[in-house]
């Protein structure tokens, strides 16, 4: 014979159903039943207090919504047709959203109206025979622990009951069991700071007079992946036995996120000190740099030189064929010129068409103008573009040659950008060097 449901064979007495036909009865147990009220639309008349306890869906979020849109995958219209002629035995699944789906049985009764059409409905669910503990899988845990474990609706979450003077294991959910690869008949018994490899003298108890604490853990399962955790400890009592309830809270995926964050920083940081377009150091990062080698000079017994590049004819390229071309342009420029450059030379973009070189350790004074002339000659070739397009550039170079610290670095660009305007008086696609 089917085994009766909960709902319709409680324990104790009955009453009359509400299911329109004469003479059918159902058990009552109001202490183990939770009636909710429904009208002929499944839209929530009455939703007690204890459905709330049960389903974590408080009365004020519940009452006038539909039923169906708490539940999932529910074919609530076709149970609601049926009970309309007798009592619908069924499991309603409800969605809690992060904190997973609850299943609970449930039989539902049609109040009949006029012409046969069902006023309204009653469904009826159990209140569960287990402890709330239950619902995180510490079915042993104490009733004087109930209000605080049944805040813990969070099957996601390891929870592990502790012995807080012995620091023993009393029990440990299945997510506890996968957080520390073992399965959970292994961790009764156990003391928790051996499992974490910690030294037992740095925690002998658990003060259960203390407010609930916050800390973190690093775990390695057994294929040898870190997850670090975050660990809530709540002091608990239970005829006279200290308890503590832990709950680790996986951050992981959180850490992820901030390394990602941690990244992009990093990125926004380069972009800070790096030209966009060509990468290369932007004026500012050139400007320190350059005080640096300033500094520098004479230490070693080599010279320090500084680069004034202007481009000849990238205005006419840029105006004809658009920006795209002279982005890509200019991407080329700085690929020859960086080819003249020993790997100790450092290479920024000053502006548009404008770059710097600070070259370091120069034997003598006509090695400057000697680079000089040598990134000229790398730009002397027609550049080839997209579409088969040729176009010729040049570059005026200014330099200068310094054999100690000056007072001030800039007054070194300043110099080479003279030179430079020197050179291009000359003629263009040339080198000049700064008076000593």
């Not at 009955?14 to 839209?43: E, F, L, M, P, Y």
């Not at 059409?117 to 995180?136: F, K, N, T």
């Not at 009951?161 to 997510?175: K, M, P, T």
Request: one cysteine or more; a positive charge; charged letters at 25%.
């Amino acid at each position: 014979m089917a085994t009766r449901h909960p709902v319709l064979a409680p324990r104790h007495g009955s009453i009359a159903g509400r299911d329109g036909t004469a003479g059918r009865t159902v058990r009552k147990d109001r202490g183990t039943i939770v009636r909710i009220q429904i009208d002929a639309s499944g839209a929530i008349v009455e939703w007690p207090a204890a459905a709330g306890r049960i389903t974590g869906i408080v009365p004020r979020v519940a009452i006038g919504r539909q039923l169906g849109s708490l539940l999932i995958d529910a074919d609530l219209a076709t149970a609601l047709g049926q009970a309309r002629d007798r009592p619908v035995e069924t499991v309603l699944v409800f969605d809690l959203g992060k904190r997973g789906r609850l299943p609970v049985e449930a039989a539902i009764f049609g109040a009949p109206g006029r012409a046969g059409a069902a006023a309204g409905y009653e469904v009826r669910i159990p209140v569960p025979a287990e402890p709330a503990s239950a619902r995180i899988g510490l079915a042993d845990a104490s009733a004087a622990a109930y209000p605080e474990l049944r805040r813990l609706e969070m099957p996601e979450s390891a929870a592990l009951l502790i012995d807080a003077q012995r620091l023993r294991i009393v029990e440990a959910n299945r997510a506890a069991a996968r957080a520390f690869g073992r399965r959970p008949s292994e961790l009764k018994g156990r003391i928790l700071p051996r499992i974490l490899n910690l030294e037992r003298n740095r925690a002998r108890h658990v003060d259960c007079d203390d407010a609930a604490s916050f800390g973190y853990l690093r775990l390695v399962d057994r294929d040898g992946a870190a997850k670090f955790y975050g660990a809530s400890v709540v002091p608990l009592r239970n005829a006279g036995r200290d308890l503590a309830l832990c709950v680790l809270h996986d951050l992981t995926t959180c850490l992820d996120a901030l390394s990602g964050l941690s990244a992009a920083n990093e990125e926004l940081s380069r972009l800070a000190r790096h030209d966009h377009l060509t990468g290369l150091f932007n004026k500012a990062m050139f400007q320190d740099t350059l005080g640096l080698a300033n500094a520098r000079v004479g230490r070693s017994g080599g010279l320090l030189g500084v680069l004034y590049i202007d481009l000849d004819g990238f205005k006419p390229v840029n105006d004809q064929y658009g920006h795209d071309v002279g982005d890509a342009l200019l991407t080329e420029v700085v690929q020859r010129m960086q080819s003249g450059l020993r790997a100790s030379d450092v290479m920024a973009r000053l502006g548009g068409d404008e770059f710097g070189a600070i070259l370091e350790n120069l034997r003598d004074r006509n090695d400057a103008l000697r680079v000089a002339t040598n990134l000229i000659d790398r730009l002397a070739a027609p550049f080839e573009m997209v579409g088969g397009r040729r176009v010729k550039v040049s570059a005026s170079i200014g330099a200068v040659v310094t054999d100690r610290t000056v007072e001030d670095a800039a007054e070194l660009v300043v110099q080479a950008d003279r030179a430079m305007y020197q050179a291009k008086s000359l003629g263009r696609g040339r080198a000049a060097l700064a008076p000593a």
